[in-house]
């Protein structure tokens, strides 16, 4: 199965700034999807990566708070910006090698917001 | 609306016991389920993917279920060991998503040693 190497693994940062994450994959992926995590709670989807194009959000996220990138089929990043401490959570991202395969999932970044 | 519910939220076993762990979901138009494990603070894990057209999928002591028509799935744990305490996540694959997952909230297990 495909290996997920995120990073960072974790990060404290400021009211205000923003932050990229990467998601690194060892082979070519359909599919890959970005979630985050709340403390406490299940995984919600925040968007579909879409290789060369602009990425599908999910209701309630937007492109100008979590702008990603996806430039080829191995790699994609989250941002997330103008942070306030309701975001911090887990970011987890995930990849999709093909219909009726499993998806897999990356350690994660957790997020801290002072 | 397609939804994943995992009953109960959290167990507690002694060591050696045999346990089921639950979830339903409201659509049974799915094109797989699958059960993940997550340990604190760690990403997920995946542990069985179960087709639509599937009954079960096994795993060394792991033994999952698919009831599709009553829109249920089990995962089955044998002779269970500390090392298996972490959160257990059920997700649904439905069909009409664009291949984005539906998670349960989880089932919090303990394993006493």
């Known amino acids: 199965s495909a290996v997920i190497s995120q990073k960072p693994s974790r990060d404290i940062c400021q009211r205000g700034t923003s932050l990229t994450i990467q998601c690194q994959v060892d082979s070519q992926v359909t599919m890959m999807f970005w979630y985050r995590q709340q403390p406490g709670q299940s995984l919600t989807l925040i968007a579909t990566?879409?290789?060369?194009?602009?990425?599908?959000?999910e209701s309630g996220f937007v492109i100008d708070k979590f702008p990603i990138s996806r430039p080829n089929l191995t790699f994609s990043t989250l941002t997330v910006s103008n942070m306030s401490p309701e975001d911090s959570s887990i970011y987890l991202c995930?990849?999709?090698?093909?219909?009726?395969?499993?998806?897999?999932f990356g350690d994660g970044t957790r997020l801290s917001i002072l | 609306k397609q939804e994943v519910t995992q009953i109960p939220a959290a167990l507690s076993v002694p060591e050696g016991e045999n346990l089921v762990l639950n979830c339903s979901f409201t659509?049974?138009?799915?094109?797989?389920l699958q059960w993940f494990r997550q340990d604190p603070g760690k990403g997920l894990t995946s542990l069985l993917l179960i087709q639509s057209s599937q009954r079960e999928q096994t795993s060394g002591r792991l033994n999952a279920s698919l009831d599709k028509s009553s829109g249920r799935s089990t995962l089955y744990i044998a002779a269970s060991q500390p090392g298996d305490s972490a959160t257990y996540l059920c997700?649904?694959?439905?069909?009409?998503?664009?291949?984005?997952?539906?998670f349960g909230s989880g089932t919090q297990l303990t394993v006493l040693p």
């Open positions: 997700a649904v694959l439905f069909s009409g998503s664009a291949r984005q997952l539906t």
């Open positions: 995930s990849v999709e090698e093909g219909p009726n395969q499993p998806q897999h």
């Open positions: 659509d049974s138009a799915i094109y797989n």
């Open positions: 990566a879409n290789q060369g194009s602009e990425a599908t959000y």
